[in-house]
């Protein structure tokens, strides 16, 4: 299925189940369109998964052209932490929840990316990337953010993801 986003000669298919999930995501993109400094995306995921899974991710959608919070990158030396974390989250179009197993041990835990989903789930701008665990995994842990269709690695290569993700945030 091709969705309205969808530029022409892409070779990127959707299932209508995404179509539905993701439209709403996409007038976000678009109502947050002219903002000033803002970024395509903030990557939210788990600590432990900062210099591979959430790495791979950011690479691959910056080498779409997209562009991305990611907090490896993104918060300077000396920098409030927190503070650093709200400016991105207000400063960019829409949000990625990268749930993996290392997300789904902390959340109970009410730190950093709790706060995030918290911010992401209020403005609806989050959509959930799904990796090496499942849905119901992450029902067990996270209803609401459960609740939200995304995208999920067992169904498609990380790479795959990342290309529907650049042509979501893509003007």
Known sequence: MRPRWSRSGSSQLYTPEEVRALTPIRETVEKRASLPDIRDIFLCHAWDDRQTVAKQLYELLVASGVSVWFSENDIGLGEPFLRAIDKGLAKSRIGLALVTPALLKTLPAAGVADKELSVL??????????????????????????????????????SDVAAKLAELVKL
């Open 121 to 158: 789930l209020a403005r609806d701008q989050l959509v959930p990337i799904v990796h090496n665990t499942t849905y119901a995994a992450l029902r067990e842990v996270s209803p609401m953010l459960a609740s939200r269709n995304g995208l999920d690695t067992a169904e498609m290569p990380m």
